[in-house]
Every structure is written in C-alpha cells, then in structure tokens.
C-alpha cells in the first residue's frame, strides 16, 4: 500500500494513453470532416496533440519514478535539498515559449486556408470589394435558436421575397457558401463540427464565415459559446443537399411562406406554386408582403 499513490499516477498515464488508443474506434476522436479546408483543422490538431502527448507521457513517466523509487517510508537514501536555479528556470521558461512561438508560426497556413483563401475575398485578395461573393444565407442567433435568411428569386438578401426558416440550415454540396453571421441579443458561436467551422455570432456585427460541404447528409448545428438557460437547446440541423435537392427544397419553403402571406410579389413565386397562391394575391393589399418581410428582417 505505500506506493499506492505512485501506482495511482502510473494508472492515469496508462489511462490517458488508451483513452487516446481506442477513442477512433469506439467514435470519441474527431467527427468525419465534410469540408474543403477541414483537413488543414484536423493537421494541425493532431500535431498538437503528438505534442502534449509526448511531454505528458515524458512528465508522467518521469513523477511515477520518483514517486516509487523514493517513496517516504522504504527510502533509506539522506534527504537532499536544493535552493532553485537558474539556469533550470531560464530552460523551462524558454522551452515551453519556443513551443509556443513555432505553434503560432506553424499554423499560419490552416488560418490562412481556413479564413483568408475563400471567396469572401475575391479574386483580388482584398476583403470588402466588389468582387467579394454575396452571402448566400443570412444566419442571426438568438436566446435559444437559429434564424435564417435566404435570397429569394431576386438572389437578393434584404428584398421582400426573402425566405425565413429556423434551425434548419440547407446548403448545396461543392460549393462556395458565404454565410452573413449575427446575434440579435448576447454572444453565440456558430458551430458545425463536421464542418470544421467555429464562429462567434457577436452583436452589433455582420461576420463572414466560409466553407464548402463535400458530402451530403444531415450534420450538427449548435451553439458553442454558453449563453444562458437553454443553451443546450440551441441546437439545429445542417442539410447539405444535391444541387437538385437544394432547388426543391427552396422551392417548398417557397410555397410554404407565400401560402401564409397574402403575398403580392406573385412573379417572384415559382410556376409550381402559382396555383395555390392565386387565389390570395389577387385581393391582398400592395404593401402587405414587403411589410411582413420587413418585419421578419428585423428578427
Ligand atoms: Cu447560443
């Protein structure tokens, strides 16, 4: 029993290390990335954790020991004390902020690929021209939920036949989207792990978040930044959609929003939905569906 507490520290390497061995196989590592620049995310993570792995098992080794080689009751060796150094300070403070400066050089090349190589910047390479791609959704966060925006047949954000939904993000697989990121109350962080893509919603500001889906499926929405009682239940739902399936479904969510409003903008619907919105347009009020979409836009 007088190792027990040296045996203790041999287990919680030992654990830490198997944790890490069998984490992929019982799926507790990394979720499958769904990105373009995913892979750049993933390097640099793995890298880091090479890293601490090997110093955490260097330091564990090394306190496992020293604990059991002289553990207190069985060490007959005399006691020895020392009164700090200086150079073994100047060595463990200049290792660890080596470390550190090259992890910050080195993972010049993920922001880079992740943040700056996208079409937010167009082929000038300059932030905030016209070149810049236009957003291709508007996504506002709020006390406890997704709100999303898409141009409506005018490929216009902000006009009156944009399309509102909730919690139900759809984008076209391969393809650039630009996402126009708000938070109409305090601090979110718009999260799609499979996505590799991790963004504060801040208020006050409009953010430009990139990426580019490479498979189709149904992935993760949710919030990572903790903002309040429910914020476990800000979570929503990424469905990245065929080209084809994309179009039906703006389609439908088309339909849906022009049958609850007595909409005017009758040339802005599709011809599949011309029927059913026949039978409103024709007597609803001129200004009825500019003032209804207006007002879901300050939302
Ligand atoms: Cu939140």
Known sequence: MARLWSLLVLAVLIG??????????????????????????????????????????ATQSVL???????EANTNKDPITYTH???????????IPA?????ISIFQF????????????????GKPGTADDMPPTLEVTA??????LRYPGQDGRLGTADDLFTVNELHVPVN??????????DILHSFFLPELRVKQDAVPGMKIPVWFQA???????????????ARHYAMKGMLVVDTPEDYQAWLRKLTREQFRTQPATTQTNATADNATSNNATSNNAPADSTQLTSANQGEL
């Not at 373009?36 to 792995?53: C, K, P, R, S, V």
């Not at 993920?110 to 190589?117: D, G, L, V």
């Open 64 to 70: 496992f020991y020293f604990m059991w080689r002289y």
């Open 175 to 184: 393809q650039d989207i630009v996402v126009s990121l708000k938070s109409m």
């Open 84 to 94: 700090g150094s200086h150079t073994l300070e100047i060595v463990w403070t200049i």
């Open 142 to 147: 709020r006390q406890w939920e997704w709100r």
């Open 214 to 228: 490479t498979k189709t499926g149904r992935y993760e929405l949710v919030c990572a930044e903790h903002c309040g």
């Open 16 to 57: 830490g290390v198997l944790t890490f061995a069998i984490g992929p196989t019982y799926r507790m590592s990394l979720p499958q990335d769904v990105s373009t620049h995913g892979h750049t995310i993933d390097g640099l993570y793995y890298f880091i954790l090479a890293l601490t792995g090997i110093v955490f098992i």
């Open 109 to 124: 090349d993920s922001w880079a690929e992740a943040k700056m190589r996208n079409p937010m910047y167009g082929p000038d």
């Open 98 to 102: 080596a470390t550190l400066l090259f």
